[in-house]
């Protein structure tokens, strides 16, 4: 036993430091600073506007889309009272990695210009929401992975996500900007995929997510306070101008306390704890984020972004009590964190609420905001059905890739 605990801890400082190297000689081939006067490379690409915005007002949301990726996802996973520290230290190392790694891959493919990378606040937004899917993903195989793993998780994770984001950001042209589908639904099923890849018989019946303690609950509470206090930026952050931020934040506030009540309509019928335990809350208010990712900056409503997030809030404890049972025993599927019900159903409702909307797009509806969320469709080249159809198709394409993917990964 001592020599491989030896063995593994040789191997991952091995790999951290070639990781590391190899990516300090690719910025110094690579990536430069962004010219604070021009509009950045991406401004040339189709459908690529969500990321052409002013630096000027895109540091603070940076900073809560960073702190957001960082804190909310590495307490997220602190809950579990059997490896909770742990779980956050391996978070932290696959943030160090994905940022890096997201910077260069996505740099190549949205921020390339003239043979260099240019890098500024946008591409660091971009990275973070990288880095979120990530973490989702690795969600679902805590507990189950050595850090070396995890790392490489990492490395083929970052270049399928850039993979299908490009896909449906700039070949598609379809809208998501809070990442129902890229960031939600790819983390959730790519991390599910791994998980039943690596299948261990022998851990059917360990029930993580049911560790109790004073510890942990702490955690999950400041957790979920981190979600209520950041993740509006984050679902608002690739908005394209100031006057199209409000709709995105107060429709993720709306599906947010929505999400949050609707657990405490489910759960003291659904168990029969007399305390609900605060990690249910946090599930249900990532639900209702994760819902609202696609039809954020579109026309929900205040009435619509309440009814879909109580839909949203009520997907975990129905899916904790009925389908998490269902996917370990027949198939095989160990979801540590159980990301399929926080993340993946969540994303998928999000993007058929995208498509609803999408379809019920007009002029006379959005006003200017037309140009701003379906700028193909403002512009004539593209009418609302085909725009529909986009939206439709973005979501076999995401399952597609993040299946194949995460089997490949597995």
Not at 177 to 191: C, E, I, K, R
Not at 313 to 327: A, D, M, N, S
């Amino acid at each position: 036993m001592p020599e491989h605990t030896t063995a593994s801890r040789l191997q991952l400082s091995g790999l951290c430091f070639l990781l590391q190297i190899l990516t300090i000689i690719l910025f110094a081939v690579f990536v430069r600073y962004s010219p604070e006067s021009s509009p950045g490379p991406c401004s040339q690409q189709l459908n690529c506007s969500w990321r052409n915005q002013d630096s000027g007002f895109q540091h603070p949301r940076f900073r809560d889309v960073h702190l957001q990726a960082l804190l909310g996802f590495g307490l997220l996973v602190a809950f579990l009272g059997r490896y909770g520290p742990g779980s956050v230290a391996i978070s932290i190392l696959v943030v160090a990695f994905t940022i890096q790694w997201a910077v260069l891959i996505q740099g190549f493919s949205y921020f390339f210009l003239n043979g260099k990378i240019y890098v500024g606040a946008q591409s660091m937004v971009s990275a973070d929401f990288c880095t979120a899917a990530i973490l989702i993903s690795t969600g679902a195989i805590l507990g189950r992975v050595n850090p070396v793993q995890m790392l490489l998780l990492t490395l083929l994770g970052v270049t399928l996500f850039t993979l299908n984001e490009y896909i449906l950001l700039s070949l598609m042209g379809v809208s998501d900007s809070g990442g129902s589908l890229t960031v939600h639904t790819f983390g959730a099923y790519f991390g599910l995929m791994v998980s039943r890849i690596l299948h261990q018989p022998h851990m059917d019946k360990r029930k993580e997510q049911q560790d109790t303690g004073h510890q942990p609950d702490v955690f999950a509470v400041v957790g979920t306070i981190y979600l209520w206090i950041f993740w509006p930026s984050f679902t608002s952050a690739t908005t394209v101008h100031d006057n199209a931020e409000p709709w995105a934040v107060l429709n993720t506030y709306f599906s947010l306390v929505a999400s949050t009540l609707a657990s405490f309509v489910l759960l003291p019928v659904l168990y029969e704890e007399s305390t609900l335990r605060m990690v249910q809350i946090q599930d249900a208010t990532l639900a209702g984020m994760a819902v609202m990712g696609m039809a954020g900056e579109m026309l929900v409503t205040p009435f619509g972004a309440l009814i879909v997030g109580f839909l949203a809030g009520l997907i975990p404890p129905l899916g904790f009590r009925f389908l998490t049972p269902v996917l370990c025993s027949r198939l095989k599927i160990q979801d540590t964190c159980g990301v399929h019900n926080v993340h993946g159903l969540p994303g998928i409702l999000g993007a058929l609420l995208g498509m609803l909307l999408t379809a019920l797009a007009t002029a006379d509806a959005y006003g200017g905001r037309l140009e701003l969320v379906f700028p193909l469709v403002a512009q004539g080249s593209r009418t609302a059905t085909d725009q529909v159809l986009c939206q439709l198709c973005a979501l076999p394409v995401t399952l597609l890739l993040a299946t194949l993917g995460g089997s490949l990964t597995g």
